[in-house]
């Protein structure tokens, strides 16, 4: 099974996509709007992306976000107690069995991998996306 979406990222973009992936796990709506919050706070509102969540062979689901620019790479940040941001991409990396960054000449996809299948909705059912900061490639795998 695969869910594909072309967006601008803009912040009320956001739940539109929440509610795209309704069907989806609690960690997939969470991964995938973290990763789409990274672009619109690091490259500006209105960049257009794809996201993609997939079922992988192996039953696990990998979520993908590919924005066009190859240069502005995420980086984990560890923030502290007061920072207002910085801790999207540090909780994808908790969630995450791996997560990493395939570029392009013209693009960038930014991947994690998560447990279980594609729709396996939880019973949380938050709707909220924090913020984060900046963003550098982390790990590729657990």
């Known amino acids: 099974m695969t869910f594909e979406l072309r967006l601008l990222a803009t912040v009320k ?9 309704r069907h989806h796990s609690y960690e997939v709506r969470l991964c995938t709007t973290e990763l ?5 706070d690091h490259l500006g509102e209105g ?3 794809t996201i993609r969540v997939i079922s992988t062979d192996h039953g696990h689901t990998r979520v993908e976000v590919t924005d066009p620019d190859p240069r502005a790479l ?3 940040l560890h923030a502290t107690a007061t920072d207002e941001s910085g801790r ?12 990493g960054v395939e570029q392009g000449a013209d ?8 447990e279980g ?6 019973t949380c059912d938050h709707d909220t996306a924090p913020s984060q900061g900046p963003v550098t490639p982390s790990r590729s795998s657990r």
């Open 13 to 21: 973009s956001v739940p539109e996509l929440r509610h795209h992936l």
């Open 36 to 40: 789409v919050t990274n672009v619109i």
């Open 47 to 49: 960049t257009p992306v």
């Open 74 to 76: 995420p980086v984990l």
């Open 88 to 99: 999207g991409l540090a909780l994808l990396d908790v969630l995450a069995r791996g997560w």
């Open 107 to 114: 693009r960038k996809t930014v991947w994690c991998e998560l």
């Open 117 to 122: 299948s594609t729709s396996t909705p939880r």
